[in-house]
């Protein structure tokens, strides 16, 4: 039982079926189970709707009868109706994700486009690697988007951005209207945990 948790190693929880590990910006990283709990409001059901924890500004200030400010950016989105069971997909389709400033992945719909290469998928604590070659999930980059579809390929080891060239296409719409946004509301400088 040891050696399956990873010999010495702590116990870092599991991405399930996910490639990835905390720290890192693959599926398996952010992807996290949520339990919502309002009885009287919220019936049991499961879903993989993709619900980001900054959709919880905007679907708790609507819930609680508020409103968010119009007069910046909120990169939430009101999530009210797939919390309360009205619809099963939600109002996301799309979430960026960022090391530092750098954007260098967007998720949209099922699947995950990568701008910059991050470490090659592990199957387990073994550290087996993929082996490099068109298609694979370890190929270098040279200069094009890796793209995975997350439901079909969780571990996210064949690339398929050859084959599915046109994600680009809706990937890329939502980075130019992040950007676009950031021309009238910059971001704050990132966090930096090496300067005090």
């Known amino acids: 039982m040891v050696r399956e948790l990873g010999g ?11 490639r990835g590990e905390l720290g890192d910006v693959s599926e398996g990283s952010i992807r996290t189970a949520a ?12 879903s993989y709707a993709m619900f980001s924890i900054m959709d919880f500004f905007p679907t708790f200030a609507r819930l609680a009868g508020g409103q968010v400010p119009a007069d910046r950016p909120i990169d ?3 999530q009210t109706d797939l919390v309360l069971g009205r619809n099963d997909t939600g109002r996301r389709e799309h979430l960026l994700t960022f090391v530092g400033p750098a954007l260098v992945a967007v998720r949209w719909k099922q699947f995950r486009t990568y701008f910059a290469d991050i470490a090659p998928g592990r199957s387990g604590w073994g550290g087996e690697h993929l ?4 298609g694979g999930g370890a190929t270098p980059m040279n200069g094009y988007p890796k793209v995975f579809n997350v439901e079909s390929d969780p571990r996210e080891e064949y690339n398929i951005g050859a084959m599915y060239e046109w994600v680009i296409g809706p990937v890329l719409k939502a980075v130019a209207e ?19």
């Open 8 to 18: 010495d190693m702590p116990d870092m929880g599991s991405p399930g079926p996910f």
């Open 35 to 46: 339990i919502i709990r309002w009885p009287g409001h919220i019936r049991s059901r499961s």
């Open 76 to 78: 939430g989105v009101d």
């Open 131 to 134: 082996l490099g070659g068109t």
């Open 178 to 196: 992040y950007r676009a946004s950031l021309e009238k509301h910059p971001n704050p400088p990132a966090a930096n945990l090496t300067r005090w």
